[in-house]
């Protein structure tokens, strides 16, 4: 697996196997992230159609990542309270 990581993912070593552990440690953490990747998508998707011509992907990561670490619907609020 690691080698996979390594080959299919184009990671480092020693982040391949930090990721193999965290799959060990925890079954789901490929799952949570791959949905969260999905959430940020659909969510970048949605501001850009709010914003039009004004979109800039700087703007939407400023939003995105101003309050840190978050759940995906404060995240959500946050975007579009603008």
């Known amino acids: 697996a690691i080698r996979d990581y390594h080959e299919q993912a184009f990671l480092p070593w020693s ?6 552990i ?7 953490s490929g799952t949570a992230s791959f949905i969260g990747l999905m ?6 998707g949605e501001f850009e159609k709010v914003k039009g011509e004004d979109f ?3 703007e939407f990561h400023h939003l995105v990542l101003k ?3 978050i759940p995906i619907h404060q995240i959500k ?3 579009f309270a603008n």
Do not use: D, H, W
């Not at 982040?15 to 193999?20: D, L, N």
């Not at 799959?23 to 789901?28: D, Q, R, T």
């Not at 959430?39 to 970048?44: D, H, I, P, T």
């Open 39 to 44: 959430e940020l998508k659909s969510l970048r």
């Open 77 to 79: 609020k946050g975007i």
């Open 67 to 69: 309050n840190g670490v």
């Open 56 to 58: 800039t992907l700087a």
């Open 22 to 28: 965290e799959s060990e440690l925890n079954y789901f």
């Open 15 to 20: 982040v391949a196997e930090s990721a193999q």
